[in-house]
């Protein structure tokens, strides 16, 4: 059986010839770890993770051997070596006939300079004929910040040839929100560092889902990195994460247990996937426009949670409110928008511990009309319809608040 053991006696001494030359005795191995879908608990993805393993079974993790490989730019060898790697694998897997899901394959800022990046991707993947779809491009967060050109024409190129880019660590550096908004990922890995071990902390909570519902907008699949407790998958949930990577669900495993657990446990295929994030024209894409089109102020808040986001937030007259936040403060501020005669109706009807009651009773909905001052100075009749759900997957009570004008 093989020891996991963290070498760092030897830290920096680990020559990179040495490691080099493990790499041509073939000592280093793919582990995968699983990823899940956030609703479903289905597989739907994994990350490919290097690891060393020694002629005498010990395992030597990548935090023993990447720095270094780093500093003398050596680490684009490993890098290659375990995207062919995956590529054999995908190959076999599809051999075999066995359903398959995308694999992550991590690559150091170093490439930004291969010109040629995107080429030397389609020529592995195609030798081994690996549907394009399948393999998804890692990118750190920190690499966008040094090399902002030159990562977002790397981007541009691994998209253009049909592969899938996902930022990893965000939030883990010096994140800047509007270079993400700038470079066209697919997919945002949310960094551990971000998730405490029950997120109970109100203001890591409001960062948390406005990172989410700022990235859903941009139409980008989120996955959280280094779950390992339920009260984080509670939270997650809450806030739409879409996957989860973490030891909660399964630790990095070597590519035959990862084979055995993609036979035994049923995974996600994509196509079938219409939560995924939808494309333009996917049904849910379609729901959701038709909503927007009759109630032009959607909010959804976690009244357990005091937390809201707007979901939509188009053509209304009032565009004052902030985009998330505390729910108390949306109703306060909300009610200070509000005709005079209106101010208390609006404040009780929207308490927390009222709405609390009336879900305790079994009603679903909460209706209300009140006169909401405009941008213009006009009042205006609203008409506002909560929602109240509990989430599946927690006790949470959340709330869909669907706002229109009664006049235009
Ligand atoms: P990463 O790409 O962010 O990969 C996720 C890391 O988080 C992995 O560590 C994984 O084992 C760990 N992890 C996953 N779930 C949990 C959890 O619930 N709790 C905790 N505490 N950790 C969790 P690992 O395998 O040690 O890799 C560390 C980093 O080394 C990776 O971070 C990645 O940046 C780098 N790395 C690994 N393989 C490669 C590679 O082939 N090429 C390059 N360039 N970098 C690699
Ligand atoms: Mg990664
Ligand atoms: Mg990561």
Not at 85 to 109: G, H
Not at 201 to 221: G, N, Q, T, W
Not at 243 to 262: H, S, W
Not at 326 to 334: F, P, S
Request: net charge negative; with cysteine; glycine share 4%.
């Amino acid at each position: 059986m093989q020891k996991e053991c963290m070498e760092r006696e030897s830290g920096s001494s680990t020559r990179v010839e040495e490691i080099l030359e493990a790499m041509r005795r073939q000592e280093f191995q793919v582990y995968y770890q699983p990823q899940y879908d956030a609703l479903t608990n289905r597989i739907r993805g994994a990350e490919a993770l290097a690891r060393w393993i020694r002629p005498d079974g010990t395992t030597v993790m990548p935090g023993d051997f990447i720095p270094e490989l780093e500093k003398s730019d050596r680490i684009v060898e490993l890098d290659w070596y375990i995207f062919r790697e995956v590529c054999a694998f995908l190959q076999r897997q599809r051999e075999e006939r066995m359903r398959q899901v995308p694999i992550s394959v991590n690559f150091s800022r170093k490439h930004v300079c291969e010109e040629t990046f995107a080429k030397r991707l389609c020529e592995i993947a195609d030798a081994y004929a690996v549907p394009r779809e399948l393999l998804i491009v890692e990118v750190t967060e920190s690499a966008l910040v040094e090399h902002e050109e030159e990562v977002l024409r790397l981007v541009e190129d691994v998209r253009r040839a049909g592969f899938r880019i996902a930022i990893d660590d965000f939030g883990s550096g010096l994140s800047s929100l509007s270079f993400v908004k700038d470079i066209s990922s697919d997919i945002l890995k949310i960094d551990k560092s971000l998730l405490s071990h029950n997120c109970e902390d109100e203001k890591e909570r409001i960062v948390l889902e406005s990172l989410f519902s700022f990235a859903h907008r941009l139409k980008m699949i989120t996955v959280a990195e280094g779950v390992e407790t339920r009260e984080q998958l509670g939270f997650l949930r809450t806030c739409g994460c879409n996957v989860i990577q973490g030891f909660l669900f399964a630790k990095p495993m070597d590519a035959e247990r990862f084979l055995t657990l993609c036979r035994e446990t049923p995974v996600v295929e994509e196509a079938e996937d219409i939560l995924m994030i939808q494309p333009a024209g996917s049904a849910m894409q379609l729901l959701l426009d038709a909503v927007f089109m009759c109630y032009p102020l959607v909010i959804y808040s976690n009244l357990t949670r005091n937390s809201f986001y707007m979901m939509a937030y188009e053509n209304f007259s009032s565009r004052s409110c902030p985009s998330t936040g505390v729910y108390d403060e949306l109703i306060r501020h909300g009610a200070s928008t509000m005709h005079p005669d209106d101010r208390e109706l609006f404040r009780e009807t929207f308490r927390i511990d009222k709405q609390m009651e009336t879900f305790a009773r079994g009603e679903k909905t909460i209706r209300v009309v009140t006169r909401q001052l405009g941008d213009d100075g006009v009042y205006r009749r609203v008409e506002t319809t909560n929602y109240l759900v509990k989430n599946p997957s927690s006790d949470d009570v959340l709330v869909i608040s669907l706002c229109h004008n009664l006049e235009e």
